[in-house]
Structures are given as C-alpha cells and as structure tokens.
C-alpha cells in the first residue's frame, strides 16, 4: 500500500514536471515575442536590424525610458524631442554617438546631464536601471546605429 502510494506520488510529481517544462517552451515559441528581435532601421524602414539578447532588452528598455526624448515620429513611436532644447540626438545618430566610448554613454546615463556637464533633460538613471540594463540600451544603440558603429580595435 506504501509503496503504491509512492509510486502515484512519484508519477504526479513527472506529470507536473513536464506539463511545466512544456509550458516553458511554449512561452518562449509564442511568435509576438519576435517583435524584439529586430529593430527596423530608422534612416530605411523596410530593413530590419536584427537583435541579439542583449540587444532586444535595450530595445524594450529604449521604448520603456528614452523613446520620449531620443527618437523621432517614425517609425520609433510618439516622442517630445523636437521640443526640446537642447535637441537630444536620436539613439540611431551614429555621427553623435559613435565617436563617444560605452564608457562615457554609460557614465551619463547612469549620472544624468547635469552632472556630466550637459543639459539637466537628460535624466541621471543610475537609481532606476542596474548597470547591465544600462549596458544593454547601449548595446541596442550601438546596433540601430547610422552610419553604422564600428567597435575599437582592441589594443
Ligand atoms: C526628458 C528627456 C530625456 C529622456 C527621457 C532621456 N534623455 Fe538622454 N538626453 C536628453 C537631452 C536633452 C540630452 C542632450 C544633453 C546635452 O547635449 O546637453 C541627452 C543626452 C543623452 C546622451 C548623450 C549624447 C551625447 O551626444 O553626448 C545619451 C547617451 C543619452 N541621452 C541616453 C539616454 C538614454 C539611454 C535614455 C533612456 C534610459 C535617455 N537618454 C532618456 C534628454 C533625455
């Protein structure tokens, strides 16, 4: 009786399991989630930029935070930027960004405008994004970017 007892157990314990593991794949098949797997270029709307991981987590980062200030209309979505002065370049502007190192994106980001000598419109996000999330809106910009983002050649 025991031990029937705990082979029922055992069964129900595989069934719930699997049932789990299959919900699991399911989710991660589910084909909306392919909205962030590319971006399309922003200077070329027919093509799309594909996304890697981290990529696609700054894209929703971007779109959740900055898409406000740091895009135009199309095809990026509503944005107040052309109020704004100064213009905040848009996250694509590889002429503005390119030049600048992940280190400093990542230091005004994180530190807001003011305290990197820049305008206070740029808000410090270092108490809102952890620095990986932060990491990843740069990595993001460095994918949409046009003219295209070259890294530095390690040295
Ligand atoms: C309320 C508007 C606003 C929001 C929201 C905003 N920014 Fe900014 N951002 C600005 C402005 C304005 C500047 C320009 C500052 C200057 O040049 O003095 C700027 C500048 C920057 C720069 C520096 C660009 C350069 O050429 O030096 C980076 C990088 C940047 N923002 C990233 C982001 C990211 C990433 C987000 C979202 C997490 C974000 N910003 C959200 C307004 C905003």
New binding site residues.
């Given amino acids: 009786m025991r031990k029937h007892f705990a082979f029922v157990a055992l069964a129900l314990c595989l069934g719930a399991g699997f049932s789990a593991y299959r919900g699991g794949a399911a989710a991660q098949a589910d084909p909306r989630q392919k909205a962030y797997a590319t971006e399309p270029d922003w200077n070329d709307p027919q093509r799309l930029i594909p996304l890697n991981y981290q990529q696609a987590r700054g894209k929703r980062?971007?779109y959740q935070?900055?898409v406000?200030?740091?895009a135009d209309a199309t095809p990026a979505g509503p944005s107040?930027r052309a109020n704004?002065n100064?213009?905040?370049?848009l996250?694509n502007?590889g002429a503005?960004?390119n030049g600048?190192s992940d280190e400093?994106?990542l230091e005004?980001?994180t530190l807001g405008?003011s305290a990197?000598g820049?305008?206070a419109?740029?808000?410090p996000?270092g108490r809102t994004?952890t620095r990986e999330e932060?990491q990843a809106?740069?990595a993001f910009?460095r994918a949409i970017a046009q003219p295209p983002y070259q890294p530095p050649a390690p040295r």
Avoid: E, Q
């Fill in positions: 980062l971007f935070y900055c406000w200030c740091h107040n704004l100064p213009v905040p370049p996250l502007d503005a960004l600048k400093f994106l005004i980001t405008g990197m820049k305008s419109m740029m808000p996000y994004l932060i809106l740069i910009a």
